[in-house]
């Protein structure tokens, strides 16, 4: 019998619809994607889920205020934020909206699994709460009365009869949980916080809002008086989107999985959402990678500061793959880092238009020059890795890739891409085509072979470009990529007397 393929799940978290997607979002989705991208290389059958977050007050308030229907106000947004898969050249399959039909049903099936589990009850509270956040904040969270992360909005006091969820129930669970998963959270001093705050204790949250104050949002079961609230409906998206509960078959096939969120939602998906899964007698996620903020100007890039970079733009001055790769290289990803426009042109010239762009643009036209455009012939040594060592490398890259150190993953190919510049200065292809022609095709045929082997690296990162490289040396992507990893990252897979398509720059200079 054939051996059964691997499965692999990875979503991000949902972004609000109360503004256009910004920067941060972006690092995200793109990093899910180069994980998602580099599992599909593994021979992986890969579930990709994404999409757009829809209820609440927020949202409500903002639609009423443009005089908008609530509906049409979240479509026009939610198109915005579809936008991004052309722009960053993702390979989601699925695009989920808390407002679909599916995910209704879906978030109230949850809410019955809860409630038979005795652990939703209706009570009278008053609590601080900001609309910003979309949730309750105690004193000791507040900052001269406001909250720190939208402390242009006033705090203010909800005072009514909800439905609530018995979190404090699962302390000791959740505590279990994380010391038996010591890679549950990523990065590790992340864990240690959400582990100190569960210790610390755990109060019962609101999960459902009086209906005739904010009608927007998913009925309760059995109560027409309340709609849930929108942090309990919208983590469910991440079984709704897997067809949970009607199809079993596919939500058990990629169930559990890897979620992905900025380190502001690292109470509600690592304690809030993991006690919940629990209490409707679910496996937890495989593992939560939680990334720090982007600033911007030495601030937390912010919808509500209004000093927030729009990824589109950035894509449409300076490419999809440059975007790419500034995210996965020129920010952090687990701890806090700045996007500037000047350190991201800084970064283009330097590893992209002077050391990709010139190797892959100077090897094609020795090439050409030397060979009349095909792959020099010579007895090829399928041991021989010249001045470099590959099986290293491949190694390093690999680990690096399954940690989810992208930065270190593309310095390794980095690496590779300045040896090999190194390397052409050194041999000297154009003394050699005078001197030595057959040195001078053992020395192009490795130089042309580096360049295969970093496209396929490079392929996770910055897909475009992989393709362009792979097409420029005669090579079928997509029937590269259906090879087993292990054959693409041979020594001599490119074949030779192969034509060579020498094609445009792939990153022409910026003018300063």
């Given amino acids: ?36 991208r580099y599992q599909r290389m593994l021979g992986k059958e890969v579930f990709f889920n994404t999409g757009t977050d829809e209820h609440g007050l927020k949202i409500y308030r903002q ?152 009608p927007w949002g998913i009925p309760v079961p059995g109560d027409e008086e309340q709609v849930m609230y929108v942090w309990f409906d919208a983590l469910i998206n991440y079984i709704s989107c897997l067809g ?3 199809n079993k078959k596919q939500f058990t096939k990629f169930w559990p999985g890897i979620q992905v969120a900025g380190k502001d939602n690292l109470r509600q998906q690592t304690a809030m959402w993991q006690a919940m899964l629990m209490s409707a007698s679910l496996p937890n996620s495989k593992q939560v990678l939680i990334f720090g903020f982007i600033n911007s100007g030495g601030q937390k890039m912010s919808k509500s500061l209004g000093n927030v970079i729009n990824p589109v733009e950035v894509v449409h001055k300076y490419g999809t793959d440059a975007t790419r790769y500034f995210i996965c290289a020129g920010l952090t990803a687990f701890e806090d880092s700045d996007f500037t426009f000047e350190r991201f042109e800084e970064k283009y010239n330097s590893a992209l238009a002077n050391d990709l762009g010139n190797l892959v643009s100077r090897v094609l036209a020795m090439t050409e020059k030397y060979h009349g455009g095909v792959v020099p012939k010579y007895d090829v040594k399928k041991d021989k890795f010249f001045e470099f060592d590959l099986k290293t490398d491949w190694d390093r890259y690999n680990f690096y890739l399954n940690s989810y150190q992208f930065e270190q993953a593309l310095e390794v190919i980095w690496e590779n891409i300045r040896k090999a510049n190194a390397y052409v200065d050194k041999e000297k292809p154009w003394e050699l085509a005078k001197q030595d022609i057959e040195v001078l095709a053992e020395v192009m045929y490795n130089l042309l072979e580096i360049i295969r082997q970093t496209a396929v690296m490079l392929y996770p990162f910055i897909p475009q470009t992989s393709t362009k490289i792979l097409e420029q040396l005669g090579l079928n992507p997509a029937k590269e990529f259906k090879k087993p990893i292990e054959t693409l990252k041979e020594w001599a897979g490119l074949p030779l007397g192969q034509k060579i398509k020498k094609g445009e720059s792939l990153f022409p200079r910026l003018n300063k």
């Avoid at 991000?12 to 793109?30: C, D, M, R, S």
């Avoid at 205020?65 to 399959?93: H, I, M, P, R, T």
């Avoid at 009514?160 to 959740?174: D, G, H």
Wanted: glycine share 4%.
């Fill in 1 to 36: 019998m054939p051996k059964k393929q691997e499965t692999f799940y990875i979503t991000t978290t949902l972004p609000y619809v109360n503004a256009e997607p910004h920067i941060g979002f972006a690092a995200e989705i793109v990093r899910a994607d180069v994980i998602a």
């Fill in 63 to 214: 639609a009423l205020a443009a005089g908008q229907d609530v509906q049409k106000y979240v479509d026009e947004y939610a198109a915005k934020f579809e936008l991004l898969d052309d722009a960053l050249d993702l390979s989601y399959n699925s695009f989920i909206r808390t407002t679909d039909k599916n995910h209704i049903k879906a978030a109230q099936e949850f809410w019955k699994l809860c409630k038979e589990n005795g652990d939703i009850y209706k009570k009278n509270y008053q609590v601080k709460y900001c609309v910003g956040c979309e949730l309750e904040k105690s004193d000791s969270e507040l900052v001269d009365g406001c909250c720190p992360l939208h402390p242009k909005q006033k705090i203010e006091m909800i005072n009514e009869e909800n439905y609530f969820f018995a979190w404090s129930k699962y302390e000791k669970k959740l505590l279990k949980l994380y010391e038996d998963n010591p890679d549950f959270i990523v990065p590790q001093h992340r864990l240690h916080e959400i582990k100190n705050f569960v210790a610390s204790g755990l109060q019962d949250f609101s999960i459902s809002r009086l209906k005739r104050k904010m």
């Fill in 244 to 246: 949970w509960p009607k």
